[in-house]
């Protein structure tokens, strides 16, 4: 062993050899579940194993350059293996496997993971870590070290042709059709290309490539063109009314706006094989019957809600990035980007969000002031009394936080909320007293299983959509509720398998109180903003005027990608050479949380009253935050704290991680007349009064949609 070891630099090339084709063998063994499923794909895939094979060895060229070859190549072997052992367990909880981008996600990942793991596994994961990392420096001070200089006027010029040919061998391999540069359905891309070269292409794939015809004319024409076809676009102007900057908008086609985002919905009748006790979405349906719908092409499947989202927001194609990119984690870290609330913002709207997740999922508590958001409204500014099995929490407390909305402000209002009761992953054992719908049709009990604990969901989720509907009805204002599918479930579903024929196509419907005219469509996720404001005669915005008007075009999609390149990555020509939105000053939460009397009670706790509070509140006394018991929405509790008279008191929302989203106006002793400058009882009585008269229906059985 030891002579093997004193030779190691001889031998070492045979070794990185056999080392990356056992170490690709094993990332496919893993991916896949199955050392069968492996072997197979290296019989019938030979040449994307031998590619995928290159690729590690090429990474094993890095000890060309240095004197620690071994731990060099130690390292890397891990690196490796460490990948293909995540994306194993990632693969095993959802569809969509590991990428290089998720590494950006890693703070939303650790929000999550108790939900995917047992606490005894999440140890054994942060052991296996520990352990990893030991080993690495380990073997940094004991594995030896060449005593030979290294050749660096041989070696550099190897390992540089090496990249090179690496390079041309890839171009290759693309315009034969071995391998492709983008991922129509990543999940079948890692299974078609492997691991490697997938992973690999996710972290030096990113971003809009610079188009060939990208100049200062092409954009300044294409932006002619827009301005011609807007300003020839009429509005209705009867009845208008003048908006926040003074400009006018037809009252009856500028009604507020909501876009109610269901998480893993689509109708579960369109499972060829499936049988079900009852119509799981029997008000979904109707609605489908009576208000526009169609089916909407969403850019991923099984997860990526962030994606949907970001094209519905945007207007902007998913496509035209790296393949498995999350622009939440890229390019909006860096800029704003035009969207659909800075259009209507234009028009006097003011703009929200609300989620009935985590703050801080995908960063959305930085990402949503890019895109224009004057308010995000999160779980912790929301009192959820009941969550799923799976511990989400239900959509139907989301009613509350879009009225809520609705109310904040005088004017139109643009809701955008995003639902998460839909959520995997599913489980395969029953959940006692949890299916009011009885599913059959699969010989797979397991499957099964899961597809009736998601389709009783789902049914929760159309009820809820009913009592939102019916919750908005008694509102006085014109309104229109765009409802829709960010993706397919978790459930390995396959085009063969829908009556629709592809897994890509979830389905909206366009519910308005004001006589709408019904206009079916099938659209793209990034169509469906334009589309419903064509419907309402709002030609207003750069990509939103593009859509309209170009959207049958043959230079749609190239145009389109020009457009998201300039004002994403290029010199924003489009809009004169200079950005022209800033990043909003966005309020966490709708109502504010305010503190309106402390004092100790007769038990010796400390007692803070107020309004908004939730079990997300936290007392902070001075500069230090206590440990908090949360009582109802109007009082928490801090135990064993005396009050002093010179104390300051704030009330902080944070998440489960301890994330501070956002702290209250302080509050003093003796000051109430100022402390409470915005906590006006009467108003509040007043308010709650209209709340109610909207949501007692809500306190009836539910009613179907008629």
Known sequence: ???????????????????????????????????????????????????????????????????????????????????????????????????????????????????????????????????????????????????????????????????????????????????????????????????????????????????????????????????????????????????????????????????????????????????????????????????????????????????????????????????????????????????INYDLKDLGYSTHAIHNNKGTFYTRQKVFKMLGFDTFTSIEYMNIEETTPLGWAKDKYLTKSIVDALKSTEGQDYIYTISVQGHGDYPTTPVENHSKITVSGLDDTERLTSFEYFTNEIYEMDQFIAELIQALSLINEDIILVMYGDHLPTLGIEDAELSNGDIFETEYVIWNNFGLEKQDADIEAYQLGAHILNQLGIHHGTLINYHQQYKDTPDYLNNLKLLQYDMLYGERYIYGGVNPYEPTKMQMGVNEVLISEVYNDEDGNFIVKGQNFTEYSRVKINDTAHETTYIDPNTLMVSDYTLNEDDRFAIQQVTVTNHVLSTSAKYKVGQEEENNQFYDQGFEEGYMAGYQAALEALGQPVQEVE
Request: aromatic share 14%; glycine share 6%; proline share 4%.
């Open 1 to 339: 062993m030891k002579e093997i070891m004193k030779k190691y630099l001889y031998n070492y090339y045979f070794l990185c050899i056999a080392s990356a084709f056992v170490i690709n063998f094993l990332i496919e063994i893993f991916s896949r579940h199955s050392i069968v499923a492996a072997f197979n794909y290296l019989i019938h895939s030979p040449v994307v194993f031998t590619y995928n094979v290159l690729l590690i060895l090429l990474t094993f060229s890095l000890i060309l350059l240095v004197r620690r070859k071994f731990f060099v190549f130690t390292t890397i072997s891990l690196i490796w293996l460490a990948g293909g052992i995540t994306n194993g367990i990632v693969l095993n909880n959802r569809v969509t496997p590991f990428t290089a981008n998720e590494l950006k996600l890693i703070s939303s990942t650790f929000d999550i993971l108790e939900k995917y793991f047992s606490k005894f596994q999440i140890g054994l994961i942060g052991v296996g870590i520990a352990l990893a990392i030991i080993g690495v420096i380990i073997a940094f001070f004991k594995a030896p070290r060449s005593k030979n200089k290294i050749n660096y006027k041989k070696n550099i010029p190897l390992f540089a042709a090496g990249i090179i040919s690496f390079v041309l061998l890839t171009q290759g391999a693309l315009k034969a059709n071995i391998i492709s540069d983008y991922f129509g359905n990543i999940a079948f891309a890692y299974l078609d290309y492997g691991f490697p070269y997938c992973f690999t292409n996710t972290l030096l794939n990113t971003g809009i490539k610079r188009p060939v015809n990208y100049t200062q004319a092409t954009i300044e024409k294409l932006a002619e063109t827009l301005m011609n076809s807007e300003d020839s676009s009429k509005l209705d102007n009867s009845n208008l009314v003048a908006s926040n900057d003074n400009s006018m908008v037809p009252q009856k086609q500028a009604p507020n706006i909501i876009m109610l985002q269901l998480e893993s919905f689509f109708d579960p009748t369109h499972m060829i094989d499936l049988e079900f006790s009852e119509d799981p979405v029997p008000n979904f349906r109707k609605l489908k019957e009576q208000f526009s719908s169609g089916y909407l092409k969403v850019p991923s499947v099984g997860a990526g809600t962030a994606n949907t989202e970001f094209e519905v927001i945007s207007g902007m194609n998913l496509e035209f990035f790296g393949a498995g990119e999350y622009p939440y984690k890229t390019i909006l870290r860096k800029t704003t980007a035009e969207s």
